[in-house]
């Protein structure tokens, strides 16, 4: 029996999704790729939605340190972070741009303190050639 190649691709800031995704790989025996990005968001909730805000009006996603290599090795590939405005985080959202998929499965997680917004949706519009599963 083929074991199945799991990647989780995650963005932290808090470090809440860090230990979602630690226990999804754990559970999962899977792989892990932490999504940095070049800039440090600000410490206060307030100041980061004012951060968020702006990249999302002016469609500049943060840059990357890294992007995961090699994904069509992986039979699922689970990715995730924080539900900011209502919506992917914007380190995902930049993932999620640079990323095509080419008929992968994909299956997203969120963490939030109030709600899921529209972060599936608006993740599954945007993971390009994917497979999305709910």
């Not at 470090?15 to 630690?22: D, H, L, M, P, Y």
Request: charged residues 20%; proline residues 4%; aromatic residues 8%.
């Amino acid at each position: 029996m083929n074991r199945k190649k799991i990647l989780i691709v995650y963005y932290s800031r808090s470090g809440s999704t860090r230990q979602v995704a630690n226990m999804l790989a754990e559970k999962l025996d899977a792989d892990l790729f932490e999504l940095e990005t070049t800039h440090t968001y600000p410490a206060s909730q307030n100041d980061i939605d004012a951060a968020v805000n702006r990249e999302l009006e002016n469609g500049k996603l943060p840059e990357l340190k890294a992007l995961p290599d090699n994904l069509s090795e992986y039979d699922l590939v689970i990715s995730g972070g924080p539900v900011w405005m209502y919506t992917v985080a914007t380190p995902v959202m930049q993932l999620l741009s640079k990323t095509d998929f080419d008929g992968l499965m994909v299956a997203p997680f969120c963490t939030h303190l109030g709600g899921t917004g529209r972060y599936f949706t608006h993740f599954t519009e945007q993971a390009r050639h994917a497979r999305v599963l709910e």
